[in-house]
C-alpha cells in the first residue's frame, strides 16, 4: 500500500495540471471569440452608398450602380395556348445619384418577342432603418414573333407610379413596392389585322418584394418575386392580345451588381 501511495499521487498531480491547463485555454480563447465580427461589403458604405438595385435609397449624388437580372413570367396555363413560348428575359439596369435625394434609373429588359425600355425618376426619404421612396416609370415596349405564312408585332406605351418601402438589418435589404400601371397606348398587327388602342386606360396593380443580400465573397445579389393583377401586359401581348380581362401572373427574378 505504501508503494502505490506515491503512484496515485502522482497520477492526480497529472490530471489536475491537465484540468488546470485545459481551463486556463478556455479562459484565454473565450474573450478572443466575444470580440469577432463578420465582415461584410456594407461595413466600409454609408447608408446611402448601399449598393442596392431595388432598395429605395438612391445612390450618393454622382454614383453609379450597374445590375443584371434574368426574369421568368409564369403565364396562367388556362389561357395560354401551348404555341406559345415564355421566354426568360435578360435585364440591365442603371442606377444614377442626385443631388437632394433624387435618382433616375434606366431599364432595357428584352428577349425579343417582349422588350421594354424604361426611365424611373425616384425621390427617397429614409430614417435609421427604414426607408420610403416614390417613383414613375414611363416605359415602351416592342415585341416580334414569327408563324409560318405571317409575322406579327406589337408596340405601345405605358407608365407605372409607384411607392417603394424598404427596411435594411444586417447585410439585408428588404423592400416591398406597389405599382399602378395605365397603358396610354398599344398598337398591335396579325399578318393583316391591326389592333389599336389609343385610349388612356388604368391596367391594374403589381407588387414586387425583393431581397438583397451579401453571396459569393462579397457580392451583392438581388432576388424575389412579383406579382402582377392586371390586364395583359406588355409580356404577354402575343398570348392575350385581344383579352380585357384582369389576370394574376407571377414573375421571378435573380439578379446581382456588376
Wanted: with cysteine.
Amino acid at each position: 500500500m505504501e508503494k502505490r501511495t506515491p503512484l496515485i499521487f502522482f497520477l492526480c498531480a497529472i490530471i489536475t495540471f491537465i484540468a488546470s491547463s485545459s481551463f486556463s485555454q478556455d479562459v484565454n480563447i473565450e474573450p478572443a471569440k466575444s470580440v469577432q465580427r463578420r465582415q461584410h461589403i456594407l461595413d466600409s458604405l454609408p447608408a446611402k452608398n448601399y449598393p442596392a438595385l431595388s432598395y429605395p435609397d438612391n445612390p450618393a449624388s454622382g454614383a453609379i450602380v450597374w445590375g443584371a437580372f434574368l426574369n421568368v413570367t409564369i403565364a396562367p396555363r388556362e389561357v395560354v395556348r401551348d404555341q406559345v413560348r415564355q421566354l426568360p428575359q435578360l435585364i440591365g439596369l442603371m442606377r444614377i445619384g442626385l443631388p437632394a435625394n433624387f435618382g433616375v434609373a434606366a431599364k432595357l429588359a428584352g428577349n425579343y418577342i417582349a422588350n421594354e425600355f424604361s426611365i424611373i425618376p425616384s425621390w427617397y426619404y429614409s430614417y435609421r432603418n427604414f426607408s420610403a421612396a416614390i417613383q414613375t416609370s414611363p416605359a415602351l415596349w416592342f415585341g416580334a414573333a414569327d408563324f409560318t405564312g405571317f409575322s406579327t408585332f406589337g408596340m405601345g406605351f405605358a407608365n407605372a407610379p409607384a411607392v417603394n418601402l424598404g427596411f435594411k438589418f444586417d447585410d439585408f435589404l428588404l423592400s416591398a413596392k406597389v405599382e399602378f400601371i395605365t397603358n396610354y397606348w398599344q398598337y398591335i398587327k396579325f399578318g393583316t389585322d391591326v389592333v389599336k388602342r389609343s385610349v388612356t386606360e388604368f391596367e391594374g396593380e403589381a407588387v414586387t418584394l425583393s431581397i438583397e443580400q451579401d453571396a459569393f465573397g462579397g457580392a451583392r445579389i438581388n432576388w424575389g418575386m412579383r406579382l402582377n393583377y392586371t390586364r395583359p401586359d406588355y409580356q404577354l401581348w402575343l398570348a392575350f392580345s385581344d383579352s380585357r380581362l384582369r389576370t394574376l401572373t407571377p414573375e421571378f427574378f435573380f439578379g446581382m451588381v456588376l
